[in-house]
């Protein structure tokens, strides 16, 4: 069997995971907070055992198939997905006017109590539930430095710092947390991160709050739309060379090796 298939197949897998992270991005163009991804790619190799000799590939005066034998197969290089990181940069400001709304100036995420525990999120589309706790969409608490957020009404305000007051009485701080490695976060849907390292590389956050301003996505339309043409003309030209070499282990099937009377 050819061999050699494999690399446009790798090639084609690692495209196919490309189409899937523009196709999310593109999704999430108009949702509040979201970063983008970006896939970095690796080159991989069948066998982990080098069993090649030296030089590399073997010199001219010593090209012959004694030298030759001992190159077992590791001379096919292959391409795989190393890693998929957000785009933790900061989105477009949005005004709403909107008193519950608040958006994150700088680096940091709101803290959400959900049954799970703490999640973190840069979507700060919050409203007020029934009995006056600032919530998120989905009707999860937002936790101020001393639990739930409560007011009386939607006659709040909310300071650069995240001081929350009705009618200029203090109620609490809006919790906002940054950490040292954002690349330690997980998405968990709802536009929401769980963070996967240390509880000691959590600190708070000294970003900025803004009432009234929503945070836009920070995908670029028009960059992932090019990006998404690149990788679908990418896979169909590994498509055509799966096609080719399937066309040749064919004719080595039924044809090389044809015996004629």
Not at 94 to 123: H, K, W
Not at 181 to 205: H, M
Request: charged letters at 20%; a negative charge.
């Amino acid at each position: 069997m050819l061999k050699g298939i494999y690399t446009p197949v790798s090639g084609a897998t690692a495209q196919e995971k490309v189409l899937e992270i523009i196709a999310n991005n593109l999704a999430n163009v108009n949702t509040t907070g979201f970063k983008g991804d970006k896939v970095s790619f690796t080159l991989q190799e069948p066998e982990p055992d080098k069993h090649y000799v030296s030089p590399l590939p073997p010199a001219n005066y010593k090209v012959n198939m004694e030298h030759m034998n001992p190159l077992v197969g590791n001379e096919m290089a292959y391409v795989g997905v190393a890693d998929v990181k957000s785009d933790f940069t900061q989105g477009a400001a949005v005004e709403t006017g909107n008193s519950a709304d608040l958006m994150i100036d700088g680096d940091g995420f709101f803290v959400i109590n959900t049954p799970q525990g703490e999640r973190y999120s840069r979507d700060g589309a919050f409203k007020l539930s029934p009995d006056g706790a600032l919530v998120n969409q989905d009707g999860l608490p937002v936790l101020g430095e001393n639990g739930v957020i409560y007011v009386n009404g939607s006659n709040f305000s909310v300071n650069q710092d995240g001081q929350v007051f009705m009618n200029d009485r203090y109620i609490d701080k809006i919790m906002l947390r940054s950490f040292s490695d954002n690349n330690q976060l997980e998405r968990v849907g709802g536009n929401q991160y769980v963070y996967t390292g240390s509880p000691d590389t959590i600190s708070p956050s000294k970003a900025s709050l803004r009432q009234g301003y929503l945070e836009g996505s920070n995908v670029n339309a028009i960059q992932n739309m090019t990006a998404m043409i690149v990788a679908h003309r990418s896979y169909e030209a590994y498509q055509k060379a799966i096609k080719n070499y399937d066309n040749m282990m064919e004719k080595s099937a039924n044809s090389i090796g044809e015996v004629k009377a």
